[in-house]
């Protein structure tokens, strides 16, 4: 593969080594899989693992595990995946002191040794997370977006397709907002291969979906005692593949706004258009009064968060 392209995932966790095989398997790139040095032998691990399954599943990458931040020079993408996961009983907003320490730390390392790479995050609680990473770095906001929303809307398409018992292929699905239990799921720009939903399933099985879609990440923590990993890899995969192959993808991200939807100086779930520029575009929809209440709603709770973050 020529002029091969080079990912640095941040956290050698569950999320981390799904990034890291995915990554490999797509042949995005090489991938260096790094994280805190109590944890080194779990990075290399999980890169010689995912290597050794090369020759078997017909992939060529060069994969690495290191806990050295001199390891991920010249990155094209970093994937921001450190911090403490979700247990049983926590909310995403539980998570906000102590994963503010590792994002600084990680801002840091990726300013350092990756100044040029367009950078992903996914550590929790999201909005917070990212808009963190940027202010520490002075990024430019089109190279630092989070992944939410992508994930957000394949788990209301999923639903949806579950409860028509259709393929997901079939199915489109917008989530805006924050990413927690006040995000919005649109139903206004939901279809089924162009068909409205509102037309295939009553209203109140749409609301259920609608809360399940919301609490979509507590069912899994509550079913497996820890967060959810291979769905959200995925989302920032496609967000990665989307940058390095100019492939100019709409997705929903966590971008910086700048008056869109009446909104600025926050990163909140919107349209995006992503390309080899970084963040493109962000594309501004029509939503009815209640959905603007319940983004506006949405940005307030993400506010709260950006605030409480400035005093710890």
Do not use: W
């Not at 260096?32 to 990075?43: F, M, N, R, S, T």
């Not at 060069?62 to 247990?87: E, F, H, M, Q």
């Not at 991200?253 to 909104?263: M, S």
């Not at 963040?279 to 506010?303: F, N, P, Q, W």
Request: hydrophobic share 45%; proline share 4%.
């Amino acid at each position: 593969m020529a002029n091969r392209r080079k990912i640095a995932i941040i956290g050698a966790g569950n999320i981390g080594g799904e990034l890291a095989g995915m990554a490999a398997r797509h042949e995005l790139g090489d991938v260096v899989l790094l994280d805190i040095p109590e944890k080194e032998g779990l990075a290399k691990g999980k890169a010689l693992d995912i290597s050794q399954s090369c020759a078997l599943e017909n992939f060529d990458a060069n994969l690495k595990g290191t806990a050295d931040y001199a390891d991920i020079a010249g990155s094209d993408v970093c994937i921001v995946t450190a911090g403490v996961p979700r247990k049983p009983g926590m909310s995403r907003d539980d998570l906000l002191t102590v994963n503010l320490k590792i994002i600084r730390s990680v801002a840091n390392g990726i300013k350092q040794h990756a100044p040029n790479a367009f950078v992903i995050v996914l550590s929790n609680p999201l909005d917070a997370m990212v808009y963190e990473f940027q202010k520490v770095t002075g990024f430019s906001t089109k190279r630092v977006v989070g992944m939410a929303g992508a994930l957000d809307s394949a788990r209301f398409q999923h639903f949806i397709a579950d409860e028509l018992k259709v393929s997901p292929k079939e199915i489109t699905a917008l989530v805006l907002g924050g990413h927690g239990d006040s995000m919005v799921p649109v139903l206004s720009y939901c279809t089924i291969n162009g068909i409205p939903v509102t037309q295939l399933i009553a209203k109140d099985k749409l609301n259920a979906i609608v809360d399940r879609t919301k609490m979509g990440g507590g069912e899994i923590v509550k079913l497996m005692g820890t967060s959810a990993y291979v769905a959200p890899a995925a989302g920032a995969i496609a967000m990665a593949a989307s940058y390095l192959l100019d492939q100019k993808r709409l997705l929903p991200c966590a971008a910086y706004l700048n008056g869109e939807y009446g909104h600025e100086g926050l990163y909140i779930g919107v349209p995006c258009v992503i390309g080899a520029g970084g963040v493109e575009r962000i594309i501004e929809i029509e939503l009815s009064a209640d959905e603007k209440a319940l983004l506006k709603s949405s940005a307030g709770a993400v506010l709260e968060l950006v605030e409480a973050s400035k005093n710890l």
